[in-house]
């Protein structure tokens, strides 16, 4: 049977990149999204399924994980790219909304899916996390530290997995404008790193594939922010 990759929230954008790139290496890929979307019914990314989740509850984290002990499913990763950029001006509903998607989901799929990964291969849960996890955010202040939070799951996970599955993070910057950020916003971006591109979500799948091709690093976190760090912050 061919190896499973499950990445949440991975029906667009940087998810839906990586899923199709893995695909096309050659795995089954299983994304989750909250809801349909009706042009796969057209035609589907080839070699991935989608699977609905809603992880607002932890009623729904506990569907998606009872779904998956149903289907014995044999993972070679585990992608946790779910998440919402909210800003602080959400408040207390928000703040709760992120604690559930960059935080309580990971956790209770990462404590149900030690089953799930084959006996005799490698495996990796990777944590898609954020630049200001590490920083902290002006006016994005829950996200960073809900995103702060499913960086340091990785520890834990990583010494309790060893050495059978892999756990590290990825934190990027800017990977990919939303399609109404306007030119001010953009230039402003740009220049906050030293390469001041946007790189688009292909360095996302290479960071992916680091990982899951090295089979010495683990509990570590993958920065991706073309020397963000190199510049003063703004
Ligand atoms: N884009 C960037 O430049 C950038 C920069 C730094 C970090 N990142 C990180 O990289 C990852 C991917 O970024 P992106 O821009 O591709 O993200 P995105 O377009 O916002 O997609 C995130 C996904 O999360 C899912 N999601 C949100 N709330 C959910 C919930 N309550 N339950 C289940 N799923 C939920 C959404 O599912 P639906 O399909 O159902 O809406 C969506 O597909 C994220 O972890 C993000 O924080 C991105």
């Known amino acids: 049977m061919t190896d499973t990759i499950l990445i949440t929230g991975g029906a667009q954008r940087i998810g839906l990149h990586c899923a199709r790139r893995l695909a096309e290496s050659g795995h089954r890929v299983i994304v989750t999204a909250r809801r349909e979307r009706p042009d796969w019914s057209q035609q589907a990314p080839e070699g991935v399924e989608l ?3 809603d992880f607002s509850t932890e009623a729904g984290i506990d569907a998606l994980i009872d779904t998956l002990n149903r289907r014995r499913i044999r993972l070679r990763a585990l992608i946790h790219n779910a998440s919402q950029w909210q800003g602080d001006d959400s408040g207390a509903a928000g ?3 992120m604690f559930r998607v960059h935080m309580l989901a990971p956790y209770l799929i990462n404590n149900a899916c030690e089953t799930w990964f084959a006996h005799d291969g490698p495996g990796d849960i990777i944590h898609i996390t954020d630049y200001v996890a590490q920083r902290g955010s002006a006016k994005h202040t829950a996200y960073a530290a809900t995103k702060a939070a499913l960086e340091n799951l990785t520890l834990s996970f990583a010494s309790r997995f060893a050495p059978r599955i892999k756990v590290n993070s990825i934190a990027p910057s800017l990977i990919m404008f939303n399609a109404g950020d306007d030119d001010a916003y953009r230039q402003k971006t740009l220049a906050k790193s030293a390469l001041g ?6 360095v996302v799948y290479q960071a992916i594939r680091y990982l899951m091709d090295n ?5 570590t976190c993958l920065e991706l922010n073309g020397g963000r760090n190199l510049k003063p912050a703004r």
């Not at 591109?197 to 292909?202: D, K, S």
């Not at 089979?215 to 509990?219: A, F, K, L, Q």
């Open 51 to 53: 699977l609905l989740a």
């Open 95 to 97: 703040f709760e909304a």
């Open 197 to 202: 591109i946007e790189p688009g979500p292909e």
């Open 215 to 219: 089979p010495y690093v683990t509990g």
